[in-house]
Structures are given as C-alpha cells and as structure tokens.
C-alpha cells in the first residue's frame, strides 16, 4: 500500500491534498511545520505503518532547505519519490532535478492535479524499489508474463483476467499491470470501471517505446492498487500495431512489474502468438462443449511448458483450477 506524507503549513493545500489521496490506493500524513528536520532519518523514524512512498515538501518551507533535504533522500533512500510544491517553478527546476527531486507542483493545483501527480510519483517509487531490491548482477529483473488465453470468444476471459490481476495486486501492491490486447473489442477497462486517457495504441509508438518513464505515464491506475494499460478506443487501430510492438511492449512492461496479466484475443493471432513466445504462465479458458475443448490446443500447451491452465465448465460439472508455479 502507498504511503503518501505532506510537510507544510499551508492549510488549505493540507485539505486539498488529501482529498485527492483519498481516492488513491493507499494513506495520507500530513505535518503541520514550516521547517524541515536536519535528516532523512529524523522525519522516517517519526512514521510508522506502511513504508512511505511519496513525500511532499511544501507549500510554506524554505526552498534551499527542501532542496538539500530532498538530496539526502535521493542518496540515502532513492526509492522515495520527493515532490516540490512551490511556486518558483522556473527559478528552482534545474536545482530541483540535480536533487532528485521527482516532480514539481503549484500550490494552487487543484484536487485532480494532485491526485494526477501523487499517482505519478507513486509508480515512480515503486519502480525504483523493485528496481532495487531485486536486481542481480546489474541486470534488471524480469517479472512473470501471464497470458490469459481462449479459443472462443465469451467464456469469461476478461473477468478471470481482472480478477487475476486485482488477486496478485494484494500480494504485490503497485506490482501489477493488465495488459487489455484484444485490441478490437476489449474490455478491461469497462470490467474494471476505467477512463483511460492513453491507451495501448499509444504505448506502443513515440517516446513511450524508449522510455520506460514514459511508457508508465501512460498506464491508468486501478482504486484497488493495480495499473491497466486497456485496448484503443477505435477499433480500427489495432491494424496499425504490430505482433512485434506487442512483444517489445510486454517485454518492457516485465522489466518494470513484478506481474503483467495479459487479456488477450480470442484465437492465436498475430498478437497472440507474440504473447506466447513471451509468457511464462497462461490461462487457457474453454466451456465445456466438445468445439471448445477441441479448440484448447492441449499439445500447444504442453509443448510451450506453461505453468497455469483453468478449465470453466457451463453446466454442473466442478471447475478445475491450477495454480501459479
């Protein structure tokens, strides 16, 4: 869970600022004070709970002591996000990123902006930690791929993969992203109650295929802890993305999470098929009818070695489920 902690004197911002963690994943703190502690370690030993994620310097404290305050936290505990509020944006942005300091914000924004900005900051932290605490030889750890398959359509796919998603995301809070690629008519994000402002036709395009930053600016974030990266809007969009932007694209997403549940098509299309030779788990999802257990491809599946299968029936016959390896 996210732990966000404010250090200002300014009610008014207090106020707004935990409104819009309210509607996070996660508990606010807030400090009334217009000074700041010498230390890292005299703020930290204060708190206690949840490991704090984001911490917010301002409005009402002095810059200079924010700004050498928020290089301490970037040297001494690196997967802390440390956010300015101030409204010198120009004067202090150079200072502010030699600092570490993760982004800037005006005291006059309102609740939706800050909700915006805590929701950056807080994948930003969780990134770095699991950056670096699992790492091995300077190498960047790959999380596991779940492909979550069918050979028809309308046997429960997208719900088993939502569910899938929001089970793991309790082990692995701020872990976790669903990846909606049945991109013509998906629908992660009506499952999961989502307005996405980007989509996966944009993730897969620009800056975004670069950039590991950017591509996560792009995720939308799920009350219950999880990241969604859901189908484009337009069907049509789907021509224009290739099986290889989908595999760059899971593969930059693995380096990143601890999971990445991926809700996929029904058939083996191109997108698919670049799902399979990326996944180190799946879900095969058939009814009970003999046109879908002929459809289930069983040798498919045990030649490529998955480690997950779940059979749904339709009638009364008890449901059988794997587990994850």
Request: aromatic fraction near 4%; charge should be negative.
């Amino acid at each position: 869970m996210s732990r966000y902690v404010l250090i200002t004197s300014d009610q008014d911002f207090e106020k707004r600022a935990r409104q819009a963690a309210s509607g996070l994943h996660g508990t606010f703190h807030a400090i009334a004070a217009d000074y700041l502690p010498p230390g890292p370690d005299n703020l930290l030993q204060v708190l206690s709970g949840d490991p704090v994620e984001v911490i917010l310097l301002g409005p009402g404290l002095p810059i200079d002591d924010s700004i050498r305050l928020a290089s301490l936290f970037d040297l001494e505990y690196p997967e802390i996000s440390v956010v300015l509020v101030t409204d010198s944006e120009e004067e202090v942005a150079l200072p502010a990123m030699r600092a570490g300091i993760r982004d800037l914000l005006h005291p006059g924004s309102n609740t939706d902006s800050i909700r915006k900005l805590l929701e950056r900051a807080s994948l930003a932290a969780a990134g770095r930690r699991r950056g670096l605490g699992n790492s091995v030889e300077g190498q960047p750890r790959s999380g596991r791929i779940i492909a979550v398959m069918s050979p028809k359509g309308g046997v429960g796919k997208t719900t088993i993969t939502t569910n899938l998603a929001v089970g793991l995301g309790k082990e692995a809070p701020m872990g976790v992203v669903v990846v909606d690629l049945d991109l013509q008519f998906g629908d992660v994000a009506s499952g999961l109650m989502l307005d996405p402002e980007r989509t996966l036709a944009d993730a897969v395009v620009g800056a975004a295929v670069q950039d590991s930053v950017v591509l996560k600016s792009y995720l939308t974030l799920h009350p219950s802890g999880i990241y969604a990266l859901c189908a484009p809007l337009r069907p049509t969009d789907a021509d224009q993305i290739s099986g290889e932007q989908v595999g760059r694209l899971l593969s930059q997403l693995a380096n990143e999470f601890q999971y990445v549940v991926v809700d996929s098509a029904p058939g083996l299309g191109e997108h698919v098929l670049a799902t399979l030779e990326l996944a180190t788990d799946a879900v095969w999802v058939c009814g009970m009818d003999i046109p879908s257990i002929r459809g289930f491809v069983p040798d498919l599946a045990s030649s490529l070695n998955w480690t997950l299968c779940l059979r749904i029936g339709t009638s009364s016959s008890t449901s059988r489920t794997g587990a994850l390896g």
